[in-house]
């Protein structure tokens, strides 16, 4: 009753919200495929490639490989992502190294994948049974074409669900982006909020379109899930 | 993907229709006095006003050196709320946080050197202005082809999100890249990333005092200054009445002038 007596009392009202979020929803969704999604893509394709090296350092018999990559995970892990990013962006100009919104951004998000992902690859790997490598090896492969044809693939069926986890955190991390001055998605809706004030309905609205798409994500990890199945050892 | 749409409009739907009831709730109050008084009783009765405000924006709103918030407008929010008989209760938070706080009814009124203009009092109430300062154009020292407010045009410059400072920027054809304040943006200009800020006289003189090395210079003002007010949910009437009157008695008695002259070594106070 409340509320229809507001609509009632006001009818204007409900015209102007709609309109607002009508008119708002191409800038947001704007922001979400200049930046959002290729920003996640991008740092997550750099993040992998690093978490996999870093992974094989870890597990490496090389002693100062595996020191280099201890201290990185526990440095990125260790701190927040924010305040990496304002290092990157603010801080790294006072040693003379500018670097422009975006790949600053870049670069904070990849290496904070990176860290994160090769935890996860490193259990992926160790969690492929040791027979696996006894038969590539009997079969006279080595080291590299071992881990290469037999491992991986199997390995990255395992970590196919947790990999998806750290994505799916990655595309909500890229709010953070608004932080070095990247418009991307959230940025956005706070800057049409701080022309009409309708907080609610904005933020309601970015949280939709943040939600559509890591749901759309979750169906391709499905996906990806059952294409990878044929890989592993039953 | 049907039924994904069709949740999302529902919950957009939703926030709309959460959003005409909020905003309900202001708009009757315009209407009754009964409820405009509500939320000054509830101040009176709690003994507490809940100020919201930045804490980062120096000489205004800041942390000096032993950590505690201090600055002009805290200190005339403290004068206000003295002068109503109750404790002020700082809470800090970025700029386009206190608009939202300020909508969410976490905080009573917003202390922070907030102009007032007309598309805030469509929203808002202010009180009387209690503070007047220009709006300077400031660049890098370095910076040649910045002269007035129209060379902006198709160049970078650095402005807090929903200040007015953003609005005259892109007013005048800037590519406007949103910051969360003045700190920030003094940042980027000594950085040279952005070419230029629009920010207030006082705030960047505070500025350079604390930064001499800055690379920083004001190559114009503004004709028209900014006026300042405390800011309010529309609807509490009374509120701003009692505040606007302990405004007044403050320039009466002397404590606006001791405060100005503190902080600014001159008198603020709108002409």
Redesign the interface.
Known sequence: M??L???I??PG??DD??SI?GSSLWPMMKGAITYTIPLSLISFVIGLVLAVFTALARLSSIKILNIIARIYVSVIRGTPLLVQLFIIF?GL?NLGL?ISPVPSAIIGFSLSVGAYASEIIRAAIISIPKGQWEAGYSIGMNYGQTLRRIILPQAARVSVPPLSNSFIGLVKDTSLAS?V?V?ELF?QA??I???N?????LY??A??IY??IC?ILSIVQGRVEVRLERYTAK | MKKLLSILSLLIVSAIVLSACGNKDESKGNQSSKKEDELYNKVKKEGILKIGTEGTYAPFTFHDKSGNLTGFDVEIAEEVAKRLGVKPKFMETQWDGMFAGLDAKRFDMVANEVTIDKDREKKYDFSDPYIQSGRVLIVNKENKDIKKFEDLKGKKSAETLGSDHFKIAKSYGSDVQSVEGFAQAAELVNQKRVAAAVNDKISFLEYTKKHPNASLKVVAEADNPAKMGLQFRKGNDKLVEEVNKALKDMHKDGTYKKISNKWFGEDVSPK
């Open positions: 409340f509320l007596n507001s609509i009392a006001d009202r409900l919200l709609l979020a603010y100009p500018t932080l001055l418009s940025r706070q800057e909020t701080a022309s004030y309708e907080f609610l309905l309601t609205e949280a939709a939600w559509v749901t």
